[in-house]
T-cell receptor, first 110, second 114 residues
Framework: QKEVEQDPGPLSVPEGAIVSLNCTYSNSAFQYFMWYRQYSRKGPELLMY????GNKEDGRFTAQVDKSSKYISLFIRDSQPSDSATYLCAGENTGNQFYFGTGTSLTVIP | DGGITQSPKYLFRKEGQNVTLSCEQNLNHDAMYWYRQDPGQGLRLIYYSQIVNDFQKGDIAEGYSVSREKKESFPLTVTSAQKNPTAFYLC?????????????FGQGTRLTVV
């Protein structure tokens, strides 16, 4: 079983839609959770960084962590064509190791 | 500008050759990481280092080697023992300070075997 599971998509939505991206994880030692955005042939850039359960909001982005069900989500409101990218979720254990999902490819259609 | 610099952006390797990928950071981060990214497989950890002169194998270390002689630098050598080296390689770094901080990535090196 992989440490982090993520639906690879692809996901295609119209501009302005609310996007929901989801991951599950198996390692109870994960304390920190991240969402990265990766454009084609580029390095991932950090979008959201959260600790433990709860919600964190930053502009159009909301990250949600439910440790009881080992479920993490990223919501994008008012999606834009510039949001078209691959989104990677990750968990970090207490040993400073990161484990990534396979990424979900998102296309926002104008 | 602070950040992580990977070079070269594109690298071609002949069968049987060793090649070295460069990763330099000026963020004063203690921990550095190397990942390999293949289509449909996400990021897989090759090696990581939490302090100078110390590093640990990740999940797919076979055929790779690293060194950490300076805090700023964490080069990755892809040896001839790596049978399928064509991939996108990403370097990352993070602080190991009192509060957890996020990891930042370089822009990657695309290695192709010719």
């Amino acid at each position: 079983q992989k440490e982090v599971e993520q639906d690879p998509g692809p996901l295609s939505v119209p501009e302005g839609a609310i996007v929901s991206l989801n991951c599950t994880y198996s390692n109870s030692a994960f304390q920190y959770f991240m969402w990265y955005r990766q454009y084609s042939r580029k390095g991932p850039e950090l979008l959201m960084y959260t600790y433990s359960s709860g919600n964190k909001e930053d502009g159009r982005f909301t990250a949600q962590v439910d440790k009881s069900s080992k479920y993490i989500s990223l919501f994008i409101r008012d999606s834009q064509p510039s949001d078209s990218a691959t989104y990677l979720c990750a968990g970090e254990n207490t040993g400073n190791q990161f484990y990534f999902g396979t990424g979900t490819s998102l296309t926002v259609i104008p | 500008d602070g950040g992580i610099t990977q070079s070269p952006k594109y690298l071609f390797r002949k069968e049987g050759q060793n090649v070295t990928l460069s990763c330099e950071q000026n963020l004063n981060h203690d921990a550095m990481y190397w990942y390999r990214q293949d289509p449909g497989q996400g990021l897989r950890l090759i090696y990581y280092s939490q302090i100078v002169n110390d590093f640990q194998k990740g999940d797919i270390a076979e055929g790779y080697s690293v060194s950490r002689e300076k805090k700023e630098s964490f080069p990755l050598t892809v040896t001839s023992a790596q049978k399928n080296p064509t991939a996108f390689y990403l370097c990352a770094s993070k602080s190991r300070g009192g509060f957890r901080t996020e990891a930042f990535f370089g822009q990657g090196t695309r290695l192709t075997v010719v």
